[in-house]
């Protein structure tokens, strides 16, 4: 088995791909174009989403790429082995090009061959769809690995739950193949599979044949294409060939996990407590820079994308308080990320700053919010009756006051008080239990679905920018778009509220462009030549990118779909303009239909 540093893992593994016809495609960008299902790219497969769709990608039918992805539905496990809220995921795409026999030999050999990592086969393990009312038992998968020259009694049928792979609850779906290290600890029990969380499995690349669609309905269809999305974990496989005990013991983590020991006098490895507050400030102050850093860059806030920030930094904050790290240590980490991932994801560097500047401010807001805590705490101390605090009430405070059970406890314990932690974790589940239901899949619709109302909206969200700008200045840049059936939402760069006055000047000229009944046309262009055409946009995905004008009125990079007549939006109205965070406005709007 090779031992490869991370960078030379990307390297090689779009190297592979390259050979056998892939274009390699740029990382998108961690906060989703359009895409309302999710808050952050949680797999490789969001930016791609109209393409597994059906739309034509212009870099061709076979992709590769290392994509940056946030999952915070893990977070408590973040400190173990392998969970991170910050990862980078390599993928090979076919987009109705090849199917599993390729993929399947492709990763086996990508995997065992000397020439690529070299793992011994003997350590691989395998899980296929086992069938259910959906699709049939993927035997073609099974037989494709056993050609391949794997031991049968290494694969395992398991059922949708393990290998059936759908972004959420709808959208392009299918059945999937994935592969597992075998870490070499003892079986956990006498039927110790791939199936089990006990970390003698480790999944290292799951294979996705995408060749279904789920309607928000529940009812399921084929996609006009068969589809091929992978993803192999960057930071596991790397574990895995240095032979690491954790993620955080590779080279990924070298350098970030020594500037905490400098900042904390402390040894990473003293024991299990400090090695549970290094990785938590190693994740959390790796993932905060990522999304800082990002080209659509969220700040925090209580909303949205910036309060999972602003969560992550203020966790980040307690431990790195608990390891004595003295003042702005957060941001003297997040200078490490910077120098380590700066050369692949230049826009790090390009934000240092404005990262730096955001972990400090962060930084003493909690610093306030710790003192507020601790005077609230004063003040209802002495209404405990037989000396414990509440579940509820110690929820109120880290809820209200943003201050952390662990400070309570530690509070109560110097006011001879004890706090009912229990009650305080049945709170708390319920409130997560809420806030996942209501954030992380807080909406539904979008390019999944790409229905009628999503596509028009869209549109309209073309207009609205290229309206924005023309009345308040060019400086007015795309800073998040969101949109549902039935509301756009849009976030873009500018210092001060709109007036009502500029806010009705934005509408009227939506909708001349409307009432104008513009062909939306699409052409493809290199980046560069879009740029010289004044397109504006965000959305890179390689050499060529999409370019959508509609008359005179709007012309931008996007990835579609779109609407091809501004005739068909309606009438455009916008409901609410107000701050999303410092520097930047939201509007949301709606379109009305016009009933003839
Ligand atoms: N979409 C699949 C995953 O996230 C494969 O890329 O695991």
């Known amino acids: 088995m090779k031992n490869l540093t991370t960078h030379e893992l990307r390297k090689l593994f779009l190297e592979f791909?390259?050979?056998?016809?892939?274009?390699?495609?740029?990382?998108?960008?961690?906060?989703?174009?359009?895409?309302?299902?999710?808050?952050?790219?949680?797999?490789g497969m969001h930016p791609l989403?109209?393409?597994?769709?059906?739309?034509?990608?212009?870099?061709?039918?076979?992709?590769?790429?290392?994509?940056?992805?946030?999952?915070?539905?893990d977070i408590d496990e973040v400190g173990d082995a392998s969970h991170l809220t910050f990862f980078e995921m390599l993928g090979n795409w076919s987009l109705g090009d090849y199917f599993k026999s390729e993929s399947i030999a492709w990763s086996w050999e990508f995997l065992t061959d000397e020439k690529w990592l070299g793992i011994d086969k003997d350590r691989l393990y395998f899980s296929c769809f086992e069938g259910d009312e959906n699709a049939p038992k993927d035997e073609f998968s099974h037989d494709r690995w056993v050609d391949m020259g794997v031991d049968p009694s290494h694969i395992f049928y398991l059922n949708a739950k393990h290998n059936w792979w759908i972004p959420g609850t709808s959208g392009p779906c299918g059945p999937d193949t994935e592969i597992f290290f075998d870490t070499g600890k003892a079986p956990?029990?006498?039927?110790?599979?791939?199936?089990?969380?006990?970390?003698k499995y480790l999944e290292i690349w799951n294979n996705v044949f995408m060749q279904y669609y789920k309607a928000p309905d529940g009812k399921m269809s084929m996609l006009e294409k068969k589809n091929v999305d992978t993803g192999m974990g960057l930071e596991r496989t790397v574990a895995t060939l240095q032979g690491a005990e954790s993620v955080y013991d590779t080279d990924a983590f070298t350098n970030i996990l020594a500037r905490i020991a400098e900042l904390s006098g402390k040894n990473y490895k003293s024991d299990a407590d400090t090695v549970k507050a290094f990785r938590i400030i190693a994740?959390?102050?790796?993932?905060?820079?990522?999304?800082?850093?990002?080209?659509?860059?969220?700040?925090?806030?209580?909303?949205?994308?910036?309060?999972?920030?602003?969560?992550l930094i203020r966790r980040a904050l307690r431990y790195a308080m608990q390891l004595e790290m003295g003042e702005n240590a957060l941001s003297k980490v997040a200078e490490v990320v910077v120098a380590d991932y700066g050369e692949v994801y230049p826009e790090l560097k390009e934000h240092a700053e404005h990262i730096k500047k955001e972990l400090d401010t962060e930084e003493l807001k909690f610093q306030r919010t710790l003192a507020n805590g601790m005077r609230e705490f004063e003040r209802i101390k002495g209404k405990f009756v037989g000396g414990v605090i509440d579940g509820a009430s110690a929820f109120r405070l880290f809820d209200t006051v943003g201050f952390p059970i662990e400070f309570t406890e530690e509070l109560a314990r110097e006011n001879g008080l004890t706090v009912d932690v229990e009650g305080f974790r049945e709170r708390f589940a319920e409130h997560q239990q809420k806030s996942k239901a209501g954030s992380e899949q807080k909406f539904k619709g979008g390019l999944a679905e790409a229905n009628e109302e999503t596509t028009k909206l869209h549109?309209?969200?073309?207009?609205?920018?290229?309206?924005?700008?023309?009345?308040?200045?060019?400086?007015?840049?795309?800073?998040?778009?969101?949109?549902?059936?039935e509301r756009l939402r849009f976030d873009f760069s500018f210092p001060r509220k709109v007036t009502p006055e500029e806010l009705a000047e934005v509408e009227a000229l939506v909708n001349d462009a409307i009432k104008a009944?513009?062909?939306v046309t699409c052409e493809e262009m290199s980046e560069?030549?879009?740029?010289a055409l004044g397109a504006i946009g965000l959305f890179q995905y390689g050499e060529k990118v999409k370019v959508y004008t509609m008359g005179a009125y709007?012309?931008?990079?996007c990835g579609g779909p779109h609407v091809s007549n501004t005739a068909e939006l309606g009438t455009f109205k916008i409901k609410k303009e107000e701050a999303s965070s410092a520097g930047v406005r939201r509007i949301k709007a709606v379109l009305i239909p016009n009933y003839r």
């Open 459 to 485: 549109s309209a969200t073309h207009l609205l920018q290229a309206a924005l700008r023309k009345v308040l200045g060019d400086e007015v840049a795309q800073k998040g778009s969101n949109i549902t059936t």
């Open 283 to 311: 994740d959390h102050i790796r993932t905060a820079t990522f999304m800082l850093g990002d080209p659509r860059g969220v700040t925090p806030s209580n909303v949205d994308q910036g309060y999972i920030l602003r969560r």
């Open 554 to 557: 709007s012309c931008e990079m």
């Open 188 to 199: 956990c029990c006498e039927t110790c599979s791939p199936a089990c969380s006990c970390g």
């Open 528 to 531: 560069a030549e879009a740029r």
């Open 17 to 43: 791909f390259s050979e056998r016809g892939h274009a390699v495609i740029p990382s998108a960008s961690l906060i989703p174009e359009n895409d309302p299902s999710v808050l952050f790219t949680t797999a």
């Open 517 to 519: 009944a513009v062909p």
């Open 49 to 73: 989403m109209p393409y597994l769709m059906g739309a034509e990608h212009p870099a061709g039918k076979r992709l590769c790429d290392v994509q940056k992805c946030v999952r915070t539905g």
